[in-house]
Nanobody
Framework: QVQLVESGGGLVQGGGSLRLSCAASGLSFSNYAMGWFRQAPGKEREFVAAIRRSGGSTTYADAVKGRFTVSRDNAKNTVYLQMNSLKPEDTSDYYC???????????????WGQGTQVTVSS
């Protein structure tokens, strides 16, 4: 059974930082591209960042480029999202997901975590 478990969310002041983690089990982690998505109440889920299987390539949404960094440790079956210079508009539930394809499209991700909440105060 595949499980993706996010952690690291919380309440942070604007301008602050958080590091999200996503621990994977039940799948051959190094064979999957990993993505981060977010969804705020009343809004559609949106792409945040993705990383290739090897970690050699990453891609970001324009809204987070230069502030967020995605990384992975295949030995630990874990993907990370370092979030710096956080803004109130980053407030959302953040989800990690696994895909056979390196993509920004949520529909191409087969496995999803349960999400972790991030709240940024102004």
């Amino acid at each position: 059974q595949v499980q993706l478990v996010e952690s690291g969310g919380g309440l942070v002041q604007g301008g602050g930082s958080l590091r999200l983690s996503c621990a994977a089990s039940g799948l051959s982690f190094s064979n999957y591209a990993m993505g981060w998505f977010r969804q705020a109440p009343g809004k559609e889920r949106e792409f945040v960042a993705a990383i290739r299987r090897s970690g050699g390539s990453t891609t970001y949404a324009d809204a987070v480029k230069g502030r967020f960094t995605v990384s992975r440790d295949n030995a630990k079956n874990t993907v990370y999202l370092q979030m710096n210079s956080l803004k109130p508009e980053d407030t959302s539930d953040y989800y990690c997901a696994a895909s056979n394809l390196y993509s920004q499209l949520a529909a191409l991700y087969s496995y999803w975590g349960q999400g972790t909440q991030v709240t940024v105060s102004s």
